[in-house]
């Protein structure tokens, strides 16, 4: 079973085989559903051996994996950019970015959640975005914004489970609107362990 999204690369050429493995994953998932989906078929589309598909992704599962991935990072570019120092902000934009961008492909943002589930990630995976949400409460911490009695493992656990569940639903129910039940419910999280601004004049 797949225990963390594949290794970066740095080799343009592997990027580049990895990159057309991927896209043809997402197409064939979206075509024809991930369960029906098979590693042979997916290095068939790219043009790749089936070894070359399985030197990328050993599992098929790990494809998943890396689209949590790479939307966590687009997310966690785009605050950076930002240059906000609000935590709340901070850690309301990072989480609208993966539940826009989750919005934004509903067919294959299915699947991937579908092949996610197959390959037992909620179970067996701590969850990628941990990493990515805990600086953001550290440095709140730091700054008086996070409540120094918070444990900030727990709060970015809480605030990760809060977008799976959110998620999981909205793949049962996708018309509902995933940004916005992810915002509130992150909202309420960081309401729980943030320190109310100082009301005295500077």
Do not use: C
């Not at 949590?68 to 950076?80: K, L, W």
């Not at 539940?99 to 909620?122: D, I």
Request: proline share 7%.
């Amino acid at each position: 079973m797949p225990t963390a999204p594949p290794s970066p690369l740095s080799n343009p050429r592997a990027l580049r085989t990895r990159k057309s493995l991927f896209d043809a994953a997402a197409k064939l998932f979206v075509a024809q559903g991930y369960q029906d989906t098979t590693m042979a078929e997916i290095a068939a589309e790219a043009g790749a051996s089936r070894r070359t598909a399985f030197n990328h992704f050993p599992n098929k599962g790990d494809i998943p994996m890396l689209w949590v991935r790479q939307i966590a990072d687009q997310a966690v570019e785009e605050v950076t950019n930002a240059r906000t120092d609000d935590v709340s902000k901070r850690i309301r934009a990072y989480f609208r970015v993966i539940s826009e961008a989750v919005e934004s492909e509903p067919e294959l943002s299915r699947q991937m959640m579908l092949g996610w589930t197959a390959a037992l990630g909620p179970a067996r995976y701590e969850s990628q975005l941990l990493a990515d949400v805990t600086p953001f409460l550290k440095d709140g911490q730091e700054h008086g914004r996070i409540d120094q009695a918070v444990d900030v493992a727990v709060a970015a656990r809480a605030l990760s489970d809060v977008l799976q569940g959110a998620v999981f639903r909205w793949v049962r129910e996708p018309d509902t609107v995933l940004h916005e039940r992810v915002d509130s419910a992150i909202a309420l999280v960081l309401r729980a362990v943030t320190t109310p601004p100082d009301p005295r004049p500077a």
